[in-house]
């Protein structure tokens, strides 16, 4: 896979002549890259048409060092970031030094631990593409709050992959493979266990994705929604909710998952899938606020057939208006013993004996 040009065709900073050494350099580098080019051509000329996956690797890291200090190569890279050319080695090669490197990854890795997707959603993630999210007025950094009225319409979500999903071949250079993907709010309060669960907003299998598709918007890309887009609409009193996208290498797709009491371990499992199928991960964050309320209420009445509720204000059966974790459980618990032992000492007094002691017989 050559680069678009080499120095031969590269437009130099400096006519010849002007600086001798930088003349030089020109001509040292084009000789160096020649070397490596031949030696691409012979590495390919010695796996054939179906090399396997140690010769496919071994070309991709043989046209790296061919092209990777070619300078109308990183030229065109500062230039494009590798968009339109990631079916050449060297500029996934730079696109995925430039993720590393810049901070990109770093920045969805801290997110994605210090926000709970791991382990709430997943017992660990190591990610394999660069995911991208971005409303139609911005790009939507990370883990960033976010208002819910700018995803009331499916956002646009991006990966691109710096390896092949398969052995490339002269008939294939660049394979693709299925993959799902998953929108999935792990805070959506349960009235019964007065606790939190998942709840999936999207679900859309068969999406085909290979390196060359790292512009494609997954939302509208090819593939079958499952579970059709739920806009996110946090209630009032419920707090900041997280909404994960999450990019799964394909296994069984299984039957249709349900939108409440979702459970991503289960989904996997089902599907024989672990964690390391989850080839990208990020998140949002949104809540209530006093400008979406009507938002959200409309959101909750045309897709889940009722208003919204208002947490800290909930309805009457209900002895409190919001979920509580498991340690505010046991506290409950023990407060509710508490208060039961003293309604019985007062009633046991109000017969005349206290609790313990056997009931008067009658005469």
Known sequence: MRASSSTAAFEPALPPGVEPAYDMALAYLEEQNAISRKHVEAL???????????EAARID???VEAWVNDPSTRR??????????????????????????????????????????????????TPLGAIRLATS?????????QPVTAFSAPPTLTVQFFSHPSTPSAANPNPEALYTLLVVDPDSPNHETQSFTQRLHYAKVDIPLSVLSGEVNLFTAPGTEQVTYEPPAPARGSGTHRYAYLVVRQ????????????????????????????????LVRGEWTPE???????????????????????????????????????ADAIRQAAFDNVLAELEAMQHGHLPGESEPQQQ
Request: proline share 7%; net charge neutral.
């Open 44 to 54: 390919k000329a010695a796996a054939g048409p179906t090399p396997s996956a140690a």
């Open 137 to 145: 007025e911005a790009p939507v950094e990370a883990g960033s709050i």
């Open 292 to 330: 979406t309320d009507a938002h959200i209420d409309a959101t909750y009445r045309a897709h889940r057939g009722e208003p919204a509720p208002v947490y800290g204000k909930g309805p009457k059966e209900l002895r409190y208006g919001y979920p509580m974790n498991a340690k505010a459980q046991r």
């Open 251 to 282: 296994g069984d797709v299984g039957a249709v998952p349900a939108r409440d009491n979702f459970d991503l371990r289960s989904y996997l499992t089902e599907r024989n899938l672990t964690d390391a199928d989850v080839v990208a991960a990020t």
């Open 61 to 63: 890291r043989a046209e």
């Open 76 to 125: 065109a890279f500062r230039a494009t970031g590798g968009k339109g050319a990631m079916d050449k080695a060297v500029m996934r090669h730079l696109a995925e030094r430039a993720w590393r490197k810049d901070g990109e990854l770093d920045l969805v890795m801290q997110r994605v631990n210090q926000l709970g997707v791991v382990p709430d959603l997943l017992p660990d993630h």
